[in-house]
């Protein structure tokens, strides 16, 4: 009964931590919160596996933390209790903040695909303009000198 006592103690500060500020100093208290935050709401990872373990200890059902803890995030569910106005509204602009650098990811991760594309077709393309370039070369009737020859192949190969 004490060790789930201690492992419900040990949850219940990490919601406190996300959800008030108890922490003196706005990096500390940040830090603190987006460790909470981690360990409350991780889907994988070593912050999930140790939540599953201390909520099983505690007797709780890890998912339907998780779950609580993000409907609260979101508003979906009141604050009971614990917190206060001012903690929830920094724990929020944490969730902000990381959606914010998630959509920031995705769109230079596009971006960067998407140059690479760029990129490729343009190789492409040239690669084109040297077989067609070869191809005239055959077919051509005049006498190449072999200074030309080697630079249309240097050309071809790179």
């Known amino acids: 009964m004490a060790e789930r006592e201690l492992f419900a103690a040990i949850i219940l500060r990490a919601v406190q931590d996300l959800l008030t500020p108890t922490i003196p100093g706005e990096w500390d208290t940040r830090r603190h919160r987006e460790d909470?935050?981690?360990?409350?709401?991780?889907?994988?990872?070593?912050?999930?596996?140790r939540r599953?373990?201390?909520?099983?200890?505690?007797?709780?059902?890890?998912?339907?933390?998780?779950d609580k803890v993000l409907a609260i995030m979101d508003g979906r569910a009141p604050l009971d209790h614990v917190?206060?106005?001012?903690?929830?509204?920094?724990?929020?602009?944490?969730?902000?903040?990381?959606r914010e650098a998630v959509e920031r990811q995705a769109r230079h991760r596009e971006q960067m695909l998407a140059e690479k594309r760029?990129?490729?077709?343009?190789?492409?393309?040239?690669?084109?303009?040297?077989?067609?370039r070869l191809r005239q070369l055959a077919t051509d009737q005049r006498p190449s000198t072999r200074?030309?020859?080697?630079?249309?192949?240097?050309?071809?190969l790179g």
Request: hydrophobic letters at 45%; charged letters at 35%; zero cysteines.
């Open 147 to 156: 200074d030309e020859v080697v630079d249309i192949l240097a050309n071809y």
């Open 36 to 49: 909470a935050f981690d360990f409350l709401t991780a889907t994988e990872g070593p912050w999930a596996r």
């Open 52 to 66: 599953e373990e201390f909520a099983v200890a505690a007797g709780l059902d890890p998912d339907y933390l998780r």
């Open 118 to 132: 760029r990129r490729q077709a343009k190789r492409r393309a040239e690669q084109a303009r040297r077989e067609v």
């Open 83 to 98: 917190g206060n106005a001012a903690g929830l509204a920094a724990a929020r602009q944490i969730v902000a903040d990381r």
